[in-house]
């Protein structure tokens, strides 16, 4: 297994759940050719017998509108449990490791996850002015801890190490045989502890940690480079060594104002990070899988519903994206030229 290196550059992908059509078309419309999918809602409803039935469903929705099915993102099933090391992780293992044999039996090589146990990712608020009144979301700190404890309770770092640890033993052996690369997202925010809750990835430390964990080439990242930034990292440096290294198997591209304790999210032109060089070190450093330009603003006419999910912003960010790669020369995936009438749709 060679890793992302293959193909005909970027892959311009976005995120959906199953049934979303408005979204697809839409990013279809936009030049995104690629399909990163939450399929938690569906599967986490059916027993693994109907896995494979189910993710086919999915792979055939997004044809009909246009995409590829390139990827799984956030845990493909309900995996609570296993990151808070609760009575019952054993069932939800079992369902994890049937999706990971699903997808690649399908040629789905992909599944980002993460390790925010408990809470996922977070923000304080979410209708934060930006440029000409856009919504974006905010995270503070102070806010957070005003809010005080979960419902876990006070969950140390350890025992989140050694959930994390206990799931990669038995998940990347089966993710090698499947052939489905395991690319881990940072937590976001990058602070430990968020609401008494240990988060453990909040370094590039961390993430070597991670790797040194299990060689196998199917344990790689997500480079979600807001985060990695916030962490005080050089991300320029950081997304040198990891896509030459064939660990970055899918960029989340974003960016923040800001730092750990309280940041904001902006428009892809409007913030201190060079994306411009960030397109250029991917490609230069050899990365060639799906990337796709993460939370976004909320525009003008459109609900509030998602926040960093709908598609005014995205459809920006990707116009942002495709003519800094085309001034740039950066290969990136075409849409297939569609002739005639298109098929009926749902």
């Not at 399929?39 to 109907?50: D, N, Y």
């Not at 957070?144 to 876990?152: D, I, K, S």
């Not at 591209?253 to 800001?258: A, E, H, L, M, S």
Request: charged residues 25%; contains cysteine.
């Amino acid at each position: 297994m060679t890793g992302p290196r293959s193909g005909s550059g970027f892959q311009l992908a976005e995120l959906f759940y199953p049934g979303d059509h408005r979204k697809m078309r839409l990013a279809a419309q936009a030049g995104i050719t690629h399909a990163i999918v939450r399929t938690a809602p569906v599967l986490g409803g059916i027993s693994p017998e109907g896995y494979p039935a189910a993710l086919r469903s999915i792979r055939e929705e997004l044809q009909r509108e246009g995409l590829i099915f390139a990827g799984v993102e956030s845990h493909p099933v309900p995996a609570e449990r296993i990151k808070l090391g609760l009575p019952g992780r054993e069932a939800e293992l079992e369902n994890y490791l049937a999706v990971i044999r699903a997808l690649g039996d399908l040629d789905v090589r992909l599944l980002c996850y993460n390790w925010m146990a408990g809470l996922g990712w977070y923000r304080t608020r979410v209708d934060v002015p930006e440029r000409g009144g856009a919504l974006v979301s905010e995270f503070s700190l102070d806010a957070a801890r005003a809010q005080g404890l979960t419902e876990w309770g006070v969950v140390d770092e350890a025992r989140v190490w050694a959930s994390l640890e206990w799931f990669l033993r038995a998940a990347l052996p089966v993710a090698e045989q499947a052939g489905v690369r395991m690319a881990l997202h940072p937590d976001d925010p990058p602070v430990s502890p968020l609401r008494g809750i240990g988060r453990i990835l909040t370094s590039a430390d961390a993430f070597r940690r991670v790797l040194a964990m299990d060689p196998r080439p199917v344990n790689g990242i997500t480079f979600c480079q807001a985060n990695f930034r916030l962490m005080g990292e050089d991300i320029q440096t950081l997304a040198r060594e990891w896509c030459s290294a064939g660990r970055v198997f899918f960029v989340h591209y974003r960016d923040v104002v800001g730092a750990p304790q309280q940041f904001r999210e902006t428009f892809h032109d409007n913030g201190p990070s060079d994306m411009a060089g960030m397109l250029r070190i991917y490609h230069e450093a050899g990365f060639a899988g799906p990337i796709r330009p993460d939370h976004a603003p909320t525009l003008e006419g459109e609900d509030n519903l998602q926040p960093g999910y709908a598609m005014g912003g995205k459809v920006f960010a990707v116009g942002y994206m495709k003519g800094v790669m085309d001034a740039l020369a950066i290969p990136y995936a075409k849409p297939k030229q569609r002739v005639g009438q298109a098929e009926e749709r749902p």
